[in-house]
């Protein structure tokens, strides 16, 4: 039955291992470009943060210059010139931090090269090494530390993976790494995950789950026993979990969304969608929830099961990845020739592609500026990790090489993190971690 789920969602080589920004997005005055500009390799420069057009517009209001640099939101500027950081004025003496070498910063020189001035003074690389002015990814958990880390959610402080080849729920450190077991007895496969303020999520082929963020109770014989917040109705592995206030939304490969009490034990499942698509990841807006199937198109549909609404072209290679931000629903089409990264307003519901000619677009991510998504090559099995400003998205990848296969991706104000599994299975993944 995992098998059949597998393949139903993801493509071949991932089983083995387990059009512009519009105002109808709400955003103003962007920049509008064709398919084609996109599938000719448009790049940015500086590491992916600044863009390549220059005067482009960024989300919170700001612009960046003909230098690349970005005019901050509170008049502040790094423009490529004069060194100004967040609306401080630059000494007289400050230099250009442009890469090149060094800049006086007012209280000495910096090397842009270094560790925590990287490509500009103060761009610190929060625990990985800068290359030609650009930090560099770097394991937050090892190959070696003997997990498979596959899906990923994060609160502040924390990422939480799933282990489907050793059957563990776990915890590691934003800033420090390593690895917190939250909970690991049990057969079942965990697949997804999402917390809260204070508890984990997960979904599983016997049901979904709920742990204390600090460790599941204990059993009389010293086993670990998360309570089932609710049973999986098609006893097959959960493709997505979700939670949002009271609820908790799954799937499950099944042509159903489901919704139980978070806080529940044991409590049967009510589905509030049966299509006739096999429903991949879930999210939501507290409003609807919204989610991607087997059929190409974004499905919504209100919690007490009213209101569905199907939005885009079928495709019969089906959409994948799905994320909420500021009132956009940003989703893949995992085609391998013609994958399309997405854009849905939540007010209109109305569909705008953002980035086409990619290779085979799974999970993204956004931190409202920018996005983020893993590009697989399905031949392979390896792929990207690519980015862009949402406003203006000349797509590039955010690393250079490839990995193994990359998996799920979060973002947070500070850094980018993404999971990766060995092709195959097997207890040599990692999690990577890369400045912003």
Same mark, same amino acid.
């Given at each position: 039955?995992?098998?059949?789920?597998?393949?139903?969602?993801?493509?071949?080589?991932?089983?083995?291992?387990?059009?512009?920004?519009?105002?109808?997005?709400?955003?103003?005055?962007?920049?509008?470009?064709?398919?084609?500009?996109?599938?000719?390799?448009?790049?940015?420069?500086?590491?992916?943060?600044?863009?390549?057009?220059?005067?482009?517009?960024?989300?919170?209001?700001?612009?960046?210059?003909?230098?690349?640099?970005?005019?901050?939101?509170?008049?502040?500027?790094?423009?490529?010139?004069?060194?100004?950081?967040?609306?401080?004025?630059?000494?007289?003496?400050?230099?250009?931090?442009?890469?090149?070498?060094?800049?006086?910063?007012?209280?000495?020189?910096?090397?842009?090269?270094?560790?925590?001035?990287?490509?500009?003074?103060?761009?610190?690389?929060?625990?990985?090494?800068?290359?030609?002015?650009?930090?560099?990814?770097?394991?937050?958990?090892?190959?070696?530390?003997?997990?498979?880390?596959?899906?990923?959610?994060?609160?502040?402080?924390?990422?939480?993976?799933?282990?489907?080849?050793?059957?563990?729920?776990?915890?590691?450190?934003?800033?420090?790494?390593?690895?917190?077991?939250?909970?690991?007895?049990?057969?079942?496969?965990?697949?997804?995950i999402d917390v809260d303020t204070?508890?984990?999520?997960?979904?599983?082929?016997?049901?979904?789950?709920?742990?204390?963020?600090?460790?599941?109770?204990?059993?009389?014989?010293?086993?670990?026993?998360?309570?089932?917040?609710?049973?999986?109705?098609?006893?097959?592995?959960?493709?997505?979990?979700?939670?949002?206030?009271?609820?908790?939304?799954?799937?499950?490969?099944?042509?159903?969304?489901?919704? #139980?009490?978070?806080?529940?034990? *044991?409590?049967?499942?009510?589905? &509030?969608? +049966?299509?006739? %698509? /096999? $429903? !991949?990841?879930? =999210?939501?807006?507290?409003?609807?929830?919204?989610?991607?199937?087997?059929?190409?198109?974004?499905?919504?549909?209100?919690?007490?099961?009213?209101?569905?609404?199907?939005?885009?072209t079928p495709n019969s290679a089906?959409?994948? #990845?799905?994320?909420?931000?500021? *009132?956009?629903?940003?989703?893949? &089409?995992? +085609?391998?020739? %013609? /994958? $399309? !990264?997405?854009? =849905?307003?939540?007010?209109?519901?109305?569909?705008?592609?953002?980035?086409?000619?990619?290779?085979?677009?799974?999970?993204?991510?956004?931190?409202?500026?920018?996005?983020?998504?893993?590009?697989?090559?399905?031949?392979?099995?390896?792929?990207?990790?690519?980015?862009?400003?949402?406003?203006?998205?000349?797509?590039?990848?955010?690393?250079?090489?490839?990995?193994?296969?990359?998996?799920?991706?979060?973002?947070?104000?500070?850094?980018?993190?993404?999971?990766?599994?060995?092709?195959?299975?097997?207890?040599?993944?990692?999690?990577?971690?890369?400045?912003?």
């Amino acid at each position: 039955m995992r098998a059949a789920r597998i393949a139903a969602g993801i493509p071949v080589a991932l089983a083995a291992a387990s059009g512009a920004c519009s105002a109808i997005l709400g955003i103003k005055d962007v920049p509008e470009f064709d398919d084609a500009s996109v599938a000719n390799g448009m790049t940015i420069d500086s590491g992916f943060e600044g863009g390549d057009a220059s005067g482009a517009a960024l989300a919170d209001g700001s612009a960046t210059d003909a230098e690349g640099g970005a005019i901050v939101a509170d008049g502040g500027a790094t423009d490529g010139d004069s060194g100004a950081i967040d609306g401080e004025t630059p000494d007289a003496d400050a230099g250009t931090p442009d890469g090149e070498g060094t800049a006086v910063d007012g209280s000495g020189v910096c090397n842009l090269n270094d560790d925590h001035n990287c490509g500009m003074c103060f761009h610190d690389c929060l625990g990985g090494t800068c290359s030609g002015g650009k930090c560099q990814p770097f394991a937050l958990v090892a190959a070696d530390a003997g997990i498979s880390p596959f899906a990923l959610a994060q609160d502040d402080s924390y990422l939480y993976w799933v282990d489907q080849q050793n059957n563990v729920v776990g915890q590691t450190d934003k800033v420090q790494g390593g690895i917190t077991l939250v909970y690991s007895t049990r057969a079942g496969g965990p697949y997804a995950i999402d917390v809260d303020t204070s508890a984990v999520y997960w979904g599983d082929d016997l049901g979904i789950w709920r742990c204390a963020k600090t460790g599941c109770p204990l059993t009389d014989a010293g086993d670990s026993n998360p309570p089932r917040a609710a049973n999986a109705m098609q006893l097959v592995e959960s493709m997505s979990v979700e939670q949002s206030g009271t609820n908790v939304y799954w799937s499950e490969g099944s042509p159903h969304v489901y919704v #139980g009490h978070k806080f529940g034990t *044991n409590e049967t499942g009510t589905s &509030i969608w +049966d299509g006739d %698509a /096999g $429903v !991949v990841r879930i =999210t939501n807006d507290g409003q609807r929830v919204y989610f991607t199937a087997d059929d190409g198109l974004l499905h919504a549909v209100y919690p007490d099961g009213g209101g569905a609404v199907a939005i885009g072209t079928p495709n019969s290679a089906g959409s994948f #990845g799905i994320t909420y931000d500021q *009132n956009i629903v940003y989703w893949t &089409i995992q +085609d391998t020739s %013609a /994958g $399309v !990264v997405t854009a =849905t307003s939540t007010t209109t519901l109305h569909n705008t592609p953002l980035a086409a000619s990619q290779k085979t677009p799974l999970w993204i991510a956004s931190d409202g500026t920018n996005l983020y998504w893993i590009d697989v090559n399905s031949v392979s099995g390896t792929g990207q990790v690519m980015g862009c400003l949402i406003e203006s998205c000349a797509v590039a990848p955010m690393v250079s090489g490839t990995y193994t296969p990359p998996m799920s991706i979060v973002v947070d104000s500070n850094a980018v993190y993404w999971s990766e599994v060995t092709t195959g299975g097997g207890t040599s993944g990692t999690i990577w971690k890369l400045a912003k």
